[in-house]
């Protein structure tokens, strides 16, 4: 059956453009962060607490939301007033980028999925650490684990990624909990590249010389790495010592999509979800480090495959598109 959100709130912003939706819905939580009556009616959808630790931290549910929804990190306390048990911001870059040109995020309401290609549109890392420094300052912090996803700038040559990942690893690590090295958007010319062992591991190797405070650093990874890829990226993480591999971003594997309504960019939702699945699967059966999923979760059914998968946390995105706030405790009462 429809939820409340699905039945009312998702048809009005349907009607607009994807983007402007996304806007409209994130200036909302926006406004709700700063007034304390608004805070307590968002917690109306926070699932029961079900603590778990992962590397030093606590975490008050397992399920967080996943890098993109506030890139700019403008909305953390709503964030946890609706019960996410964790919050990623970013990507962050080194540089502001306005992204590639609009449209950029595309609906595919029948398969539950979104194409977007918007190309880590984001206000770069000195503005976010600044306006992270002023939420800290005003006593509005989250109580939940913030963790912070940085990647590289379109106008830094690959070659020199390492120094754009470093400029905002300096500028931002005060504010996280966790760190994420983003090396998987298909968004960004050549970025999955580094997900290639040897320059996976001089990024890792420069980012931990960098590390002095320990903070766990993760990588998230693409879902359409192959197995001897894949074994790679295990390689470098574990000679790393990597906290968590975040398992996966979104697909250029477009094969569930007609010809007619394609687009470039990155798949996520409902197509992505077994893809996503087996990537989880084969990371938890080769390796102990701990894996936290993402890749269509739609409902608590989805939601636990991941877990049965071997994940150890979950992240949503497209499932709060499609199913609104109520998927929160529809997954916390089903796995
Ligand atoms: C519009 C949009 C923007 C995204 N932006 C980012 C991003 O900036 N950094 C990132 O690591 N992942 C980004 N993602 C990927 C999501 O974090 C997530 O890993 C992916 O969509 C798969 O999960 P889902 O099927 O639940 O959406 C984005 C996804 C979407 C749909």
Same mark, same amino acid.
């Given at each position: ?36 009556? &608004? ?12 603590? #778990? ?6 975490f008050?549910?397992?399920?967080g ?6 890139? !700019?990190?403008? &909305? ?8 996410f048990g964790f919050i990623e ?5 080194? #540089? ?19 194409? !977007? ?27 939940v684990p913030?963790g ?66 320990? /903070?766990?650093?993760?990588? /998230? ?37 007609? /010809? ?45 495959? /991941?877990? &049965?998968?071997?994940?150890?946390l ?22």
């Amino acid at each position: 059956m429809k939820n409340l959100y699905e039945r009312l709130v998702r048809p009005l912003l349907f009607l607009l453009d994807s983007e402007t939706a996304h806007h409209c819905a994130l200036a909302l939580l926006k406004s709700a962060s700063s007034v304390d009556l &608004a805070l307590r009616g968002l917690q109306a959808f926070r699932p029961p607490p079900r603590p #778990k630790t992962l590397f030093g931290l606590t975490f008050p549910n397992p399920i967080g939301l996943a890098a993109g929804f506030d890139k !700019n990190a403008i &909305a953390l306390p709503a964030w946890a007033a609706l019960g996410f048990g964790f919050i990623e911001i970013g990507t962050v870059t080194a #540089k502001p980028q306005p992204g590639n040109p609009r449209p950029r995020i595309f609906r595919y309401t029948a398969e539950q999925a979104l194409i !977007n290609r918007l190309g880590f549109n984001n206000d770069g890392a000195d503005l976010v650490a600044n306006r992270l420094r002023k939420l800290r300052e005003s006593g509005q912090w989250p109580a939940v684990p913030v963790g912070v996803n940085i990647g590289k700038s379109k106008v830094t040559p690959i070659d020199q990624a390492a120094d754009d990942y470093l400029h905002s690893f300096r500028r931002l690590r005060n504010f996280a909990d966790y760190i994420v090295l983003n090396v998987s958007s298909p968004n960004t010319p050549g970025l999955r590249a580094l997900q290639e062992e040897e320059s996976l591991s001089i990024l890792l190797a420069e980012i931990n010389r960098e590390n002095r405070t320990s /903070k766990p650093i993760l990588v /998230k990874i693409a879902p359409d790495l192959t197995k001897p890829q894949l074994d790679e990226v295990i390689a470098a993480c574990e000679e790393h010592r990597v906290a968590a591999i975040i398992a996966t971003n979104t697909t250029v594997d477009h094969s569930s999509i007609a /010809k007619e309504r394609d687009q470039t960019g990155g798949l996520s939702g409902a197509p992505l979800r077994e893809k996503s699945t087996s990537l989880v699967r084969a990371i938890a059966a080769r390796s102990a480090i701990p894996v936290i999923a993402s890749g269509g979760i739609l409902d608590a059914e989805s939601a636990r495959e /991941k877990f &049965a998968a071997g994940a150890q946390l979950i992240q949503l995105y497209t499932g709060l598109v499609y199913r609104g706030p109520g998927i929160l405790q529809e997954i916390a009462g089903g796995v």
